[in-house]
Nanobody, 116 residues
Framework: QVQLVESGGGLVQPGGSLRLSCATS????????RGWYRQAPGKQRELVATVISGSGTTYADSVKGRFTISRDIAKNTMYLQMNSLKPEDTAVYYC??????????WGQGTQVTVSS
């Protein structure tokens, strides 16, 4: 059974940095995309960054130049490095993997709060 487990969230001051991790257990034979989403209170879940196989990386305009998605293949872990954080980045962050068969996997989410 596939599980995605996020970690690394917390409280940070504006201008600070955090690195989120998403550890994957279980096997997904063929992945179409992997990425990060976020959901702020009262708002819909939105894309933060995604890597689509064969197509490259896409970032939301609001995080371009500040956030970087990466992964460690050996550790089967995906990361989101977040720099120059702003209060509007406050949200629950979710990692996401979509297989080429259309199966979607979500983590449980990790809270990021940017506040002074």
């Amino acid at each position: 059974q596939v599980q995605l487990v996020e970690s690394g969230g917390g409280l940070v001051q504006p201008g600070g940095s955090l690195r989120l991790s998403c550890a994957t257990s279980g096997s997904i034979l063929s992945i179409n995309s992997r990425g990060w989403y976020r959901q702020a209170p009262g708002k819909q879940r939105e894309l933060v960054a995604t890597v689509i196989s064969g197509s490259g990386t896409t970032y939301a305009d609001s995080v371009k130049g500040r956030f970087t998605i990466s992964r460690d293949i050996a550790k089967n872990t995906m990361y989101l490095q977040m720099n120059s954080l702003k209060p509007e980045d406050t949200a629950v962050y979710y990692c996401n993997v979509v297989s080429t068969f259309g199966r979607t996997y979500w983590g449980q989410g990790t809270q990021v709060t940017v506040s002074s």
